[in-house]
C-alpha cells in the first residue's frame, strides 16, 4: 500500500484545511486508517482513525468537535477536515494504514504511512 497525503498549507487561526490521503497498490476494505500529526521535537500523536468497512469512528480529544475523519471508497481516499484550526495545531500530518487493527490509537498499529504533508496555523 502506498500511501499519498496532500492538502496542507499555512492558513490563519480560525480557519479550514482538508487533507486527503489518496491510497494505491491496495483497497482500504478490512483496513483501519488514521491521521496522525508529529510538531518539532514531539512524539507522533494520534487525531482521528476509522475503520473502513464500518461506521465507527475515532477521535482524539484535542481535536474532537473541530476535525471530522471520513473517506470515499470509491476513491479509495480518506480525508480530514479541519476546521477552527489553531497555532498549536502546526505540525506535520501523517496518514497511516494497516488490517486488521485491535487498538486504532496507537501508532505502532500502523504498517502503512503517507509522507507526510506540513499544516501551519498563524495568529
Known amino acids: 500500500v502506498q500511501l499519498q497525503a496532500s492538502g496542507g498549507g499555512l492558513v490563519q487561526a480560525g480557519d479550514s484545511l482538508r487533507l486527503s490521503c489518496a491510497a494505491s497498490g491496495r483497497t482500504f476494505s478490512r483496513y483501519a486508517v488514521g491521521w496522525f500529526r508529529q510538531a518539532p521535537g514531539k512524539e507522533r500523536e494520534f487525531l482521528a482513525a476509522?475503520?473502513?468497512?464500518?461506521?465507527?469512528?475515532y477521535y482524539a480529544d484535542s481535536v474532537k468537535g473541530r476535525f471530522t475523519i471520513s473517506r470515499d471508497g470509491a476513491k479509495n481516499t480518506l480525508y480530514l477536515q479541519m476546521n477552527s484550526l489553531k497555532p498549536e495545531d502546526t505540525a506535520s500530518y501523517y496518514c497511516a494504514a494497516a488490517p486488521y487493527v485491535a487498538n486504532v490509537l496507537l501508532t505502532e498499529s500502523y504498517d502503512y504511512w503517507g509522507q507526510g504533508t506540513q499544516v501551519t496555523v498563524s495568529s
Open positions: 476509522l475503520r473502513w468497512s464500518s461506521t465507527n469512528t
